[in-house]
């Protein structure tokens, strides 16, 4: 004779296995965030990848336009001098600065920062640093983003604005 096997689930078992699947989602989820914090991803030494922030019709001498650079906010700007670019998110509390034609200046409105558009250096206000910048290239009518000057500065602006 064939012996059966019965398996009953009661809707307390079931709400138990449920509890813990969706625990046990949440739980992953916190361990990846914090193997991400402990280990972040880092680009290689020395390579360069260009990301096309517009072409040169696109900003004219005098004025900027916003752009994302490596998952950061970012700023790129036609000065008579040639383009520049520089994170935008300052580094006094991880706002987010902008182009301020009229006065010339890169403004945070947190806190009344003031930025040199041609060297990201600190004009006025409570910013501790300047703005990192970033290297670009100017080839074929488009402007290109190549790399951040200062990596490491710019991960520590990226854990400092992603707390708040």
């Known amino acids: 004779m064939a012996d059966k096997i019965t398996i009953t689930v009661t809707r307390r078992k079931l709400t138990e296995i449920l509890i813990g699947l969706v625990a046990l989602f949440f739980a992953g989820g916190a361990l990846a965030a914090v193997l991400d914090y402990l280990w972040p991803k880092t680009e290689a030494k020395g390579e360069s990848v260009e990301v096309k922030i517009a072409t040169v019709d696109e900003v004219p001498t005098g004025t900027a336009?916003?752009?994302?650079?490596?998952?950061?906010?970012a700023v790129l700007l036609h000065m008579p001098a040639?383009?520049?670019?520089?994170g935008s998110v300052c580094t006094h509390l991880g706002c987010i600065a902008y182009w301020?034609?009229?006065?010339?200046?890169?403004?945070?409105?947190?806190?009344i920062g003031k930025y040199d558009?041609?060297?990201g250096t600190?004009?006025?206000?409570?910013?501790?640093?300047p703005l990192p910048s970033i290297d670009i290239i100017v080839k074929e009518g488009s402007v290109y983003a190549l790399k951040w000057k200062d990596p490491?500065?710019?991960?520590?602006?990226s854990f400092y604005a992603g707390a708040a």
């Open 65 to 73: 336009k916003k752009f994302s650079f490596n998952g950061k906010a």
């Open 82 to 86: 040639g383009f520049r670019a520089f």
């Open 100 to 111: 301020k034609p009229d006065e010339n200046v890169i403004y945070c409105p947190c806190h």
């Open 117 to 119: 558009p041609n060297t």
């Open 122 to 129: 600190v004009i006025s206000g409570p910013p501790p640093s």
């Open 152 to 157: 490491n500065y710019v991960k520590s602006i």
